[in-house]
Nanobody
Framework: QVQLVESGGGLVQAGGSLRLSCAAS????????MGWYRQAPGKQRELVAT???????NYADSVKGRFTISRDNAKNTVYLQMNSLKPEDTAVYYC????????????????WGQGTQVTVSS
């Protein structure tokens, strides 16, 4: 069974930094694009950043220049380095993988982690 497990959330002051990690576990052969999304109270879930298996990245305009997404394919892990955090970055952050191929189950789509809370105080 494949799982995505996030870590690294917490409480930080405005201007501070956090690094989120998301590790995929299971008998994984390959992973497609991975990404981070966030959902603030009363708002819809929104894209933060994505990265393809080849390393091409995409960012929401609101985080460009402050956040950096990266991945370690050997560890089946994606990271989100968040700098210059603002109170409006406060949200639950979710990890996503659009496609995971396993050695036993073949390819399945649209995996999500359980979420990790990021709170930025002013």
């Amino acid at each position: 069974q494949v799982q995505l497990v996030e870590s690294g959330g917490g409480l930080v002051q405005a201007g501070g930094s956090l690094r989120l990690s998301c590790a995929a576990s299971g008998s994984i052969f390959s992973i497609g694009a991975m990404g981070w999304y966030r959902q603030a109270p009363g708002k819809q879930r929104e894209l933060v950043a994505t990265i393809t298996s080849g390393g091409n990245t995409n960012y929401a305009d609101s985080v460009k220049g402050r956040f950096t997404i990266s991945r370690d394919n050997a560890k089946n892990t994606v990271y989100l380095q968040m700098n210059s955090l603002k109170p409006e970055d406060t949200a639950v952050y979710y990890c996503n993988a659009d496609r995971i191929t396993t050695t036993g189950w073949g390819t399945r789509y649209d995996y999500w982690g359980q979420g990790t809370q990021v709170t930025v105080s002013s």
